[in-house]
């Protein structure tokens, strides 16, 4: 059964300090691994799309990066504005079922 | 400008009744679905359209009906058989003929609360 894990649940950072979040994965012949950015009461914002290990994609403060078994979504000197839930989410052979994780509520302090 | 539109963005329902939310999209996409967003969970698929006149159930359907008449829409019902309904509904669409069938956008969301 395809499944998505994210940790941790929660993050807190000081502004500027860098850290990751992971997402681990087991699916049946991954087609995509997905990042989204939900603001609260909202709904997901796409973020990325990684369809390979090795593979890599960054936008502005963010670079996620795919192995056969994790995604992780490194940010990088983290301003307030970035505080969201970051959710990850994969697609397998069977192209139309797309599985999220519980996602990650990341906080940022100024 | 294109995008997905849901509505109510809130609802109070008794128990009981039915609720109808709906799902709006200007964007031309094929695919359309439904999700289920609780606390401290990740989305869980309701059901999906990929087209036209079909949809499919996903992990949760019981006590839930959708249809698709139209490309545009797809309305999404809560069945009195739905035994715990309170959540955060998410509407979504993607462009299946870009081969980027992941990518999907979302609407605001629909909070219904069963009083």
């Known amino acids: 059964e395809d499944q998505v894990t994210q940790s941790p649940e929660a993050l807190r950072l000081q502004e500027g300090e860098s850290s990751s979040l992971n997402c681990s994965y087991t699916?049946?012949?991954?087609?995509?691994l997905f990042w989204y950015r939900q603001d609260p009461g909202k709904g997901p914002e796409f973020l990325f799309t990684?369809?390979?290990a090795g593979e890599e994609k960054e936008k502005e403060r963010l670079k996620a990066t795919l192995t056969k078994k994790e995604s992780f979504l490194h940010i990088t000197a983290p301003k307030p504005e970035d505080s969201a839930t970051y959710l990850c989410?994969?697609?397998?052979?069977?192209?139309?079922?797309?599985?999220f994780g519980s996602g990650t509520r990341l906080s940022i302090r100024p | 400008d294109g995008g997905i539109t849901q509505s109510p963005k809130y609802l109070f329902r008794k128990e009981g009744q039915n609720v109808t939310l709906s799902c709006e999209q200007n964007?031309?996409?094929?695919?359309m679905y439904w999700y289920r967003q609780d606390p401290g969970q990740g989305l869980r698929l309701i059901y999906y359209?990929?087209?036209?006149?079909?949809?499919q159930k996903g992990d949760i359907a019981e006590g839930y009906s959708v249809s698709r008449e139209k490309k545009e829409s797809f309305p999404l019902t809560v069945t009195s058989a739905q035994k715990n309904p309170t959540a955060f509904y998410l509407c979504?669409?993607?462009?299946?003929?870009?081969?980027?069938?992941?990518?999907?956008?979302f609407g605001e969301g629909s909070r219904l609360t069963v009083l």
């Open positions: 979504a669409s993607s462009d299946p003929g870009t081969g980027h069938t992941g990518e999907l956008f």
């Open positions: 699916v049946s012949g991954l087609r995509g």
């Open positions: 990684l369809y390979s």
């Open positions: 359209s990929q087209i036209v006149n079909d949809f």
């Open positions: 964007l031309n996409h094929d695919a």
């Open positions: 989410a994969v697609q397998g052979s069977s192209a139309s079922k797309i599985i």
